[in-house]
Structures are given as C-alpha cells and as structure tokens.
C-alpha cells in the first residue's frame, strides 16, 4: 500500500494551496481518509477526514471554514483545499487511511511540507 502526498510549498498568509494524496494497493473506496499534520516541535495533530462515498467531513476546529477535504473514488485520491492560510498552518502533512471510525488509521503517506510565511 502507498500513499503519495503532493501539493506542499511555501505560500503567503492569507493564500491558497491544494494538497492531494495518491493511493494505490488497496481497495480506495472501502478506507476512510484523514489528513493529519505536525509542526515543528509539537506532536502531530489530527486536521480532517472523510468517510467512504465522500459523505461526512469532519474537521478539527482551527481549519473549519478554511480547509476542504474531498475524495474522488474513481481516481483514488483525497485532497485538502486549504484557503485563507495562516502562519500557525505550517506543518508537514499527511495522509492516512483506516477501514472505520472505530479503528486506527493503518496507513500513512510520507508526509508534504506547507510553509505558510510572508
């Protein structure tokens, strides 16, 4: 199983970046997928998820209104739009996937860095 995170980079406060996470090796539709994110020196933070047929997002508080989980089944990939940054955003991101809201995310992507600074 893999699962390849993109779209990072350095970007104003107040800009826009759009995340996008690739999964291959196991049957997409059936995980629910969560974006998650770690800070330098703080211990990594759960920031969305979204169950299988896309229904049902959820967010921590601090990105609610900011940021946009979607999922597309037929291309196995989840994004996270991410609008109106702010500099507390900057962390490395990650993808995750697990096969319900009662279990452990089983897998993890590599991680993308978004640097949000003027």
């Known amino acids: 199983v893999q699962l390849q995170a993109s779209g990072g980079g350095l970007v104003q406060p107040g800009g826009s970046l759009r995340l996008s996470c690739a999964a291959s090796?196991?049957?997409?539709?059936?995980?629910?997928m969560g974006w998650f994110r770690q800070a330098p020196g703080k211990e990594r933070e759960f920031v969305a998820t979204?169950?299988?047929?896309?229904?049902?997002?959820y967010y921590v508080d601090s990105v609610k209104g900011r940021f946009t989980i979607s999922r597309d089944n037929a291309k196995n990939t989840v994004d996270l739009q991410m609008n109106s940054l702010k500099p507390e955003d900057t962390a490395v991101y990650y993808c995750?996937?697990?096969?319900?809201?009662?279990?452990?995310?089983?897998?993890w992507g590599q991680g993308t860095l978004v640097t949000v600074s003027s």
């Open positions: 995750a996937a697990r096969v319900a809201a009662t279990s452990n995310y089983k897998y």
């Open positions: 090796g196991l049957t997409f539709s059936t995980y629910m």
């Open positions: 979204i169950t299988w047929s896309a229904g049902r997002p």
